[in-house]
């Protein structure tokens, strides 16, 4: 069963700073992997989807790379901004396209 | 265009009661998916359909789930007999592609709170 964990649970940073999320999944035999950001009591958005064949994508200041060897995600944010003030959520995707969650991280940045 | 819709935002249900989810994906996404969401964690995966057929219904919690999409489009989550370990946020997701290949787009969710 593919389990997803996510480091650190909380970050608070002052704004301007670049900064590292971390994923780890038990399971390397993935399809895609997705993060998204949710903000309080809203639905999820995707930030950027890395197929299987990639080992990064980048999207404006956010750049997640994949290395499904061992089984490791990272988004970077650079120049961290308090509206990137949210939850960040990493996704490997199971078979069928399902995703497989991790808890988050829950990122404060302060002006 | 439109996005994934989801009604009602809110439902507040007595225990024992049934409750109907309806989700309306991005027009033409074939794949549907369900996940649920409890207070502080991520999001779990319940059921997948492609077109109108559930293709993966391992993440139901139990035989008091059920989720139909009988056009294709539409889909709707049904809970019988429900218990407040069910209060959680419902989440629908629609995807443009074959399982595997297309970005899912989720919708605003659905809080459901049994009493």
């Known amino acids: 069963k593919q389990e997803v964990t996510q480091i650190p649970a909380a970050l608070s940073v002052p704004e301007g700073e670049n900064l590292v999320l971390n994923c780890s999944f038990t399971?390397?035999?993935?399809?895609?992997l997705q993060w998204f950001r949710q903000d309080p009591g809203k639905g999820l958005t995707s930030l950027l989807l890395i197929q299987s064949s990639q080992r990064e994508q980048t999207s404006g200041r956010l750049n997640a790379s994949l290395d499904k060897s061992s089984g490791r995600s990272t988004l970077y944010i650079a120049a961290s901004q308090p509206g990137d003030s949210a939850t960040y959520l990493c996704a490997p995707w199971g078979q069928g396209g399902k995703l497989i969650f991790g808890q988050g991280t829950e990122l404060s940045v302060k002006p | 265009g439109a996005g994934v819709s989801q009604t009602p935002s809110n439902k507040v249900t007595e225990k024992g009661k049934y409750v109907e989810l309806r989700c309306d994906p991005i027009?033409?996404?074939?794949?549907l998916y369900w996940y649920r969401q409890s207070l502080g964690q991520g999001p779990e995966f319940l059921i997948y359909?492609?077109?109108?057929?559930?293709?993966?219904d391992s993440g139901l919690p139990n035989d008091r789930f059920f989720a139909v999409r009988p056009e294709g489009s539409v889909s709707t989550l049904k809970i019988q007999r429900t218990e407040r370990g069910d209060s959680a946020v419902y989440l629908c997701?629609?995807?443009?592609?074959?399982?595997?290949?297309?970005?899912?787009?989720f919708g605003p969710g659905t809080r459901l709170t049994v009493t």
């Open positions: 359909f492609q077109g109108t057929g559930a293709a993966d």
């Open positions: 027009s033409g996404h074939t794949a």
């Open positions: 997701a629609s995807s443009s592609r074959v399982a595997g290949v297309g970005e899912q787009y």
């Open positions: 399971d390397s035999a993935i399809y895609n």
